[in-house]
């Protein structure tokens, strides 16, 4: 079966400037996540849908990301405007509907704010 | 940390010989998860073991959980070279699906 696929992979934008990440998750997967992590610090928890509804965004920085999964199929992460923090990796994770399983990720989308 | 610390954070070992990784967490948690990392790429799924498990194996991999000092580790044994990534631990809260991560062990094995 196919991964879980991003994109783009990378990405370079001038501060103040629109993005927007895309997570493709593997098919039949309800759960989809989003992580961010920054230079040197620890991977964290943006948030969680599960189909279309967003169940946890407790990890969205500010107002600034806004996420959404249309359909309960692929997600995207649109960053207005981006700021020279949001730097770092995004990464996209899916799992089955059941509890208990192992999240797979994709290979992340580096964002440069320039 | 959010939630996890792993220990040490870089290692460094022949190929050949055993690499062993620690994690420590905080709160109560479901399940533990350890990934690894290649550079540039995604987090690839090693190991789930759940908080009533003790003791986990997979291939040349053995987890041990010990709920009580709410740590981990994670052995790799007979380590090769392709073996040279980062691992990361991560737990899950009760009552929540998302993943606190650690930042990481570098492991490098060298031919």
């Known amino acids: 079966e196919a991964g879980v696929t991003q994109f783009p992979s990378h990405s370079v934008i001038e501060k103040g400037q629109t993005v927007t990440l895309r997570c493709d998750p593997i098919?039949?997967?309800?759960?989809l996540y989003w992580y961010r992590r920054v230079m040197g610090k620890e991977i964290k928890f943006l948030l969680h849908?599960?189909?279309?509804?967003?169940?946890?965004e407790s990890g969205m920085p500010n107002n600034r990301f806004l996420a959404e999964r249309t359909g309960g199929t692929y997600s995207t992460l649109k960053v207005q405007p981006a700021e020279l923090e949001d730097s770092g990796v995004y990464f996209c994770?899916?799992?089955?509907?059941?509890?208990?399983?192992?999240?797979?990720f994709g290979d992340g989308t580096r964002l440069s704010i320039l | 940390s959010q939630q996890g610390e792993e220990d040490p954070q870089a290692l460094s070992i022949q190929e050949g010989e055993n690499a062993t990784m620690n994690c420590s967490y905080k709160?109560?948690?479901?399940?533990l998860q350890w990934y690894r990392q290649n550079s540039g790429r995604g987090l690839v799924h090693l190991i789930l073991?759940?908080?009533?498990?003790r003791e986990k194996h997979s291939g040349r991999l053995r987890v041990t959980l010990d709920t009580s000092k709410k740590s981990s580790s994670l052995l790799i044994t007979a380590s090769r070279a392709a073996d040279t990534a980062s691992y990361f631990c991560?737990?899950?809260?009760?009552?929540?699906?998302?993943?606190?991560f650690g930042t990481g062990t570098r492991l490098t094995v060298i031919p």
């Open positions: 994770a899916s799992s089955p509907g059941n509890s208990n399983q192992p999240q797979h």
């Open positions: 098919s039949g997967h309800d759960n």
């Open positions: 849908f599960v189909k279309e509804s967003k169940q946890d």
């Open positions: 991560a737990t899950d809260r009760a009552g929540a699906n998302n993943l606190f």
């Open positions: 709160t109560s948690i479901n399940n």
């Open positions: 073991i759940r908080s009533n498990e």
